[in-house]
Structure formats: C-alpha cells, structure tokens
C-alpha cells in the first residue's frame, strides 16, 4: 500500500464543475419548475456503492444508510470530503488527491476511481502489464479488466485512497491508539520543524549581543566605523531572519494546533453521539463543562507557553556561550536555574490540586446554569428562582475563590521568577566589575553577558506560568480521558451485521434491566413476541416499565440479562444506523432543536425530497397549522420548540419518527397532547400507513388502543396480561 500521503492533494472537489452548472441552473430555472436532480443522485449513489464494495473488501459489512450515517454530511450530496469522513469514522484513513493514470499501481488498491461523467468504481487491480481491473455495479459482471488505453478514455484522474487502520491495529494488539496523543503525532513533523525553527532563532538570538561586545571591546577602541556598519548590516540581517522565522515558527504551532484541535474536537463529540447512555452518569451540565474544558488543551498546545517549554533546553546553550564570553560569570545564572526550577516545582502539588477542585466547581457552576436554562418556565412559575439562585452563587463563588488562590500561587512563582532573574543582572555587574579589574573580561563581554543573562532566565520567567497551565491541560485532558473511556453504543460488536431491510418481528427473551444507579430492576424476566405487521398496545401503572421497553427496543439502552431480537437477531448484532433507520421511535418527551420546522423533521436526512416531508407532515398532522403560517416548513422554531403547543410538537415529533418509512413503529403516548380531532385524524392517517408495519403504542388511551388487535400488560416489570384488546375489556 502505498503511503497516505502519496497523492497530489486536489485543488477543488471532485464534481465541483458539476455543482457549479447545477447551481447556475438552479439559479436561472423558475420557481415553479423542479430541477432535476437524477443525475446529481446517481452519482451520488455510485459514490455511496463504491464505498460499501470497499468496505466490504477489507471485510466490513455497512449497508448505504449505515454509511451516510458515518459521515459528518452538512449538505444535500453525499460528495468526497463525507466519504472521508465516514472512513475516518470507520477506523481508516484516507485521501482525496488527483494521480495521474502511469502513476497508478497496485500500491494504491483498492481505492475508489472517479470516471468521466461523475460516477465511481473500486480500482482492485493493476498488474504489470498496465491491465486494470474496476468492480463496478452498474456493468454487468462486476470485475471488469481493461487496457491502459481503455482505462485512460473514462479515468478522470480523481482517486480516494484508502489505508486499514484496523489492520494495522491488529498487527499490534500491545499498542493502544489514544485520542489525544494519536492526533499530536499526526503534527510530529510539524512540531520537530517548531524544535528546529527554536534551535536557529535561538542561535541567531546571539547576534545582537556578540555584536554590542565587538562593538565596545574593537570597533569603538579603534574607531572603526568601516567594520561597524559591516557589522550592523550583518546583525540586522540575523534579526531580519530571526524574526521571519520566529513567525515560522508561529504559524507552524498554529497549522499544528489547529489541525490536532479539528480532529480531537470531532473524536469527542463522536464519543458523546455513541456514548452508551447507560454510562452517562454525569448531569447534561456538567458533560458540556468536561467538553468546554477540553479548551485549556486547545490554548496549551497553540499558545505561547509551548514556545516557552520548547525554548527550556537553550538555556544551557546560553549558558555554555557565557562561560566562553565571561568565564566564572557563567555560575551565576547556572545558580539561578536550579532557584527558579524549584519555586515552580514547589507549588505544582497546589496548583493541581486546586486545578482539579476548580475543574469540579465549574461542572456544578455549568450544571446549575443548564438545569435553570432548560427549567426556565418552571422555576418562574413555581417561584423557585431563590432556590436557583442560591445554586447558582454558591457555586460561582466556590469557583472564584479557587480562581483567586490559584492565581495567587502562580503570581508568586512568577514574581519569584523574576526577582531571581533582576538579582542574577545585578549580581552578574557586581561581580563582572572585579572580572574586569582583573582583565579577566573585557567590558563588551560584561554588556554581552548582562543580554545574555535575561535571555537565559527569559524562559524560567515563564515557567511558573506555563506549569499552571500545564496543570490545567492536564486536569483537562483526565477528565476528558475519562469520557472517552466510557463505553460505546455496539463496543462489543466489531463487525455489526448490515440489516438494511427488517421485517418488523420483535422477541424479547427473559429480559432483565435495570436503570445505572437505581436498587430495583425496571424489567424483570419479560418475555413476549410480536409478529411482523402486528399491532400492539402496552398499557400498565405509572413506573411499570412501558417505556423502557421502548428504549430497549430502540437500542437506546441493552438488558442487564436475556436478550431482544428484531426478525430472529439479537439488536446489539445490527448496525446502530441500520436499526435506527428500520426502528421508528418517538419518545414521550418531546424534543425540538433550533430550525425550521423541515429541518426539525429531517434531522440531516436530506436525501429525502420535499414530496416525501410533506407527505409525512400530513399524517402527522403538521400541516394541519403549519399551512397558516406564510413561512410554512421554513418558520424558524427557538430552542426546544417553544411557541409552539404540546400537540404541534408531537405532531412534529412523530412526522420525525416515520420519516425512513420503517417497518417497526414505537410510539410513547404520541398524541397526549393533541384535541380530539387531530388525534382522530392522526390516528385515521396512522392505521392506512402502516398497514403492514409493526406497531407497538405505550398508551392510556383507548382511542390509541383501538389501532392494535392485541395488548400487553406490564406491572412492576413483569407482563401480567397478554390477550386481545375485546377480551381485556370484558374481563375489566
């Protein structure tokens, strides 16, 4: 396999010209009139199948849905830079670069090839005799072998390269990949060209001090002006390039930094997105504090305190350089070095431990902010904001007090710092008057050695300051360590099995669960089966264990013991997105998010067209209002829906939860919330869509319970009653 990096990176996304056309066209087309789109979508699913033929060659199963699942996709197409993404999601790494075609070998197999016309295949083979061999669905046979002078009349140069980090994982099952120092490495050329950018600045550093010594000890004696403006031409051109590589320098921490915080930034919120929510045992306040704390990393590793740690080890070089210019004056500052070492050393133990005790103080000050945020009507309405409040300025206050002593340690290594550094100047004059009484320095030396001096303690200067911020970075980088060792959703399952199409059949099997934290389990030994297309309705007491079963059913959660099967698989086995896509579920909370009323629907689904969202708005009943509003799907909802009535957002809620169209259907008290019309509506709507889906409603009302032809009866967490709807009724 050839190296990741052996591509010519592309200068503009592949199909851009495409895109460009199909905007100008969009532009000039009228509004009434639909763009077509057909060919935009077939390259978009040749695309999608290229990349699953791929997968499936380095033996990883994902159907098309699981993979645009995988991918970060912010726009209407799935294009190249979401084909990275879901690779990089998958544990490989990959590269969207031009090569040209006498370039190609088998080095670089299997890879994905863009062929003229947009579309894609997987490059398998290339032998040596220039024959290569493309596995394309949409040619009958599949593998197709061509000649270099075929292959060169369809190849468009475009090429997505593709390297297992899997394999190279198993290869070493004794090296852990972690998060954070995996995304450092990835910059370690970039940080050893920073090491060797501080190494030349430093030693150009020295020209302006040897320049003032010859200066005063020959040029000025001799009243040679000829060798001083050589010597000032000579000094300002090392400063001239001191400078630009100073900002060299910069920029490479900045490249370094930004490209290591880009990827670490996605690794956690991929962590939260697949976090087993049986591990969540953090308040939603104060997993947002952990997140934000990953901040204090950031500003380490692209800050100027890098460039003070990198700076350290020149000290002994300008030490070494003031034994050669002043001799014994060379103890001075060597004495001074072990000082300021010490006084930072000393206050470490202080400044961690008020760093971590800081760093929980401001989760309980974020988790307090976040709960009133999200309760704000309630804590008015109840006149709890005393309550909130005395939250809230406890917190704050315990948070600033730890501030102040923190700051108060740090200021006085820092002050310490400097204090050493202005009695090593002092004592250094002192001490070089006698040297020079002596002849045994010259005074330029003495001048020379007094720079040099403030340049040697400089970094020790910092020190203090970069040791606090070391503190923080590292009481930042344990506690996000600590939500990135937590559990994932499918950890268990390496290669989950691709289930693109489920028929709807559920069983649970002595199924046991209980809730993290809780003393009594919510299910105990539950058992049932439902056929597929059957209609089914839970009733039971408040707490019996109803909605748990639809959380378990969505994968949301996993039994304690036993097991759930869709269609004879056990749900841990399928693929999250492959289940999500076939598992329509609305909780009994519901949840809106900022954007329209589309995209509240879609959520990032934009595949769909508008014929499709519009059709699911009208049996959920959203257009039912959505029509009076002369924004319509474009009206811009505020944080969580409000504005809107308990009914519209379930309404919203459950056009959301049968967008996929899928074969299984769970609903949570879905229209507890809706008048008596536009329930019965929706309802009407419901039972001709899912004629032949899989229905299982958690309800208390009969209207509801009419839609099913059998019900199950959940108490305690044990099934008490298990018989149709007419006979339930007759025995009260």
């Given at each position: 396999m050839k190296p990741i990096g052996s591509i010519k990176p592309i200068k503009k996304p592949f199909g851009a010209e495409k895109k460009s056309a199909q905007k100008t066209k969009k532009e000039n087309a009228p509004k009434d009139e639909a763009l077509d789109t057909s060919?935009?979508?077939?390259?978009?699913?040749?695309?999608?199948?290229?990349?699953?033929?791929?997968?499936?060659?380095?033996?990883?199963?994902?159907?098309?849905?699981?993979?645009?699942?995988?991918?970060?996709?912010?726009?209407?197409?799935?294009?190249?830079?979401?084909?990275?993404s879901a690779l990089e999601n998958l544990e490989f790494s990959a590269n969207v670069g031009q090569l040209r075609l006498r370039k190609l070998t088998q080095g670089h197999c299997p890879a994905i090839v863009e062929l003229k016309g947009g579309k894609t295949a997987v490059l398998t083979k290339v032998d040596p005799k220039k024959e290569y061999v493309l596995y394309d669905e949409s040619v009958d046979g599949k593998f197709t072998t061509y000649s270099e002078k075929d292959f060169g009349k369809i190849y468009n140069g475009g090429l997505l390269l593709v390297r297992n980090r899997r394999q190279q994982r198993d290869s070493d099952k004794t090296k852990k990949i972690n998060w954070f120092w995996s995304s450092l490495t990835q910059s370690k050329w970039t940080y050893a060209q920073v090491i060797l950018a501080a190494a030349v600045s430093n030693f150009l550093g020295l020209s302006s001090s040897l320049f003032i010594m010859v200066v005063y000890d020959r040029v000025v004696p001799n009243q040679a002006i000829e060798s001083l403006i050589a010597l000032t031409i000579g000094v300002l051109i090392a400063l001239g390039f001191d400078f630009m590589i100073k900002m060299l320098r910069a920029n490479f921490i900045d490249r370094a930094g930004k490209r290591a915080d880009s990827r670490m930034s996605r690794l956690i919120f991929n962590q939260l997105m697949t976090m087993n929510l049986a591990t969540k045992n953090d308040k939603s306040g104060a997993l947002a504090s952990t997140v934000r704390e990953f901040e204090s990393l950031r500003d380490f590793f692209t800050s100027a305190t890098l460039v003070a740690v990198v700076d350290l080890p020149f000290i002994f070089l300008f030490i070494y350089i003031i034994s050669l210019i002043g001799g014994p004056l060379a103890m001075i500052p060597l004495a001074c070095v072990p000082i300021v070492m010490f006084t930072g050393i000393l206050v470490q133990p202080f400044l961690a431990k008020l760093s971590v005790e800081g760093m929980k103080s401001g989760m309980s000050k974020q988790g307090v902010l976040v709960e009133t945020l999200n309760g704000l009507e309630?804590?008015?309405?109840?006149?709890?904001?005393?309550?909130?409040?005395?939250?809230?300025?406890?917190?704050?206050?315990?948070?600033?007090?730890?501030?102040?002593?923190?700051?108060?340690?740090?200021?006085?290594?820092?002050?310490?710092?400097?204090?050493?550094?202005?009695?090593?100047?002092?004592?250094?004059?002192?001490?070089?008057?006698?040297?020079?009484?002596?002849?045994?320095?010259?005074?330029?030396?003495l001048i020379a050695v007094v720079i040099l001096c403030g340049r040697t303690l400089a970094p020790l200067g910092q020190l203090a300051n970069a040791l606090t911020r070391v503190n923080s970075a590292r009481t930042a980088y344990k506690s996000i360590n600590d939500l990135m060792s937590k559990r994932k959703d499918g950890a268990n399952i390496e290669n989950p099995l691709s289930r693109p199409e489920l028929k709807g059949e559920v069983e649970f099997k002595n199924v046991s669960f209980t809730y993290p934290g809780a003393t009594e389990p919510t299910l105990r030994d539950l058992s049932f089966k439902i056929q597929p297309g059957e209609k089914v309705a839970i009733l039971g007491k408040m707490g019996s264990g109803k909605s748990t079963i639809?959380?378990?059913?969505?994968?949301?959660?996993?039994?304690?013991?036993?097991?759930?099967?869709?269609?004879?698989?056990?749900?841990?086995?399928?693929?999250?997105?492959?289940?999500?896509?076939?598992?329509?579920?609305?909780?009994?909370?519901?949840?809106?998010?900022?954007?329209?009323?589309?995209?509240?629907?879609?959520?990032?689904?934009?595949?769909?067209?508008?014929?499709?969202?519009?059709?699911?708005?009208r049996i959920a009943g959203v257009d039912e209002f959505v029509r009076q509003n002369p924004l319509g799907y474009d009206f811009q909802l505020k944080e969580r829906g409000e504005g809107l009535s308990g009914g519209q957002k379930q309404s919203i809620n459950l056009a959301r939860s049968i967008l996929h169209q899928p074969s299984l259907l769970i609903l949570d008290e879905p229209t507890s919330s809706m008048d008596t019309a536009t329930e019965k509506m929706v309802l009407d709507n419901l039972s001709s869509w899912m004629e032949e889906k899989t229905l299982i409603a958690i309800t208390h009302r009969n209207t509801l319970v009419k839609l099913a032809s059998r019900v199950l009866v959940i108490d305690r967490g044990l099934l008490v009653a298990d018989d149709t709807p007419e006979k339930l009724m007759a025995s009260g």
């Open positions: 060919d935009n979508a077939s390259q978009e699913m040749s695309l999608l199948a290229s990349l699953q033929i791929l997968l499936r060659i380095n033996s990883v199963e994902r159907s098309i849905s699981s993979i645009r699942d995988m991918a970060d996709l912010t726009e209407g197409e799935f294009g190249y830079s979401d084909a990275v309630t804590i008015k309405a109840t006149g709890s904001a005393g309550l909130m409040r005395k939250r809230f300025e406890e917190a704050s206050n315990s948070q600033s007090d730890l501030g102040f002593k923190s700051r108060m340690i740090s200021q006085f290594a820092i002050n310490s710092a400097a204090s050493v550094q202005q009695f090593a100047q002092i004592a250094i004059i002192f001490y070089g008057v006698f040297l020079i009484q002596d002849g045994i320095v010259t005074m330029g030396a639809a959380r378990l059913l969505s994968g949301l959660y996993e039994p304690d013991v036993g097991s759930i099967l869709i269609d004879g698989v056990d749900i841990r086995q399928i693929d999250s997105a492959d289940l999500r896509r076939n598992v329509g579920f609305m909780l009994q909370d519901t949840w809106l998010f900022s954007g329209s009323i589309k995209e509240n629907i879609q959520m990032g689904f934009v595949q769909y067209a508008d014929e499709h969202i519009l059709e699911v708005a």
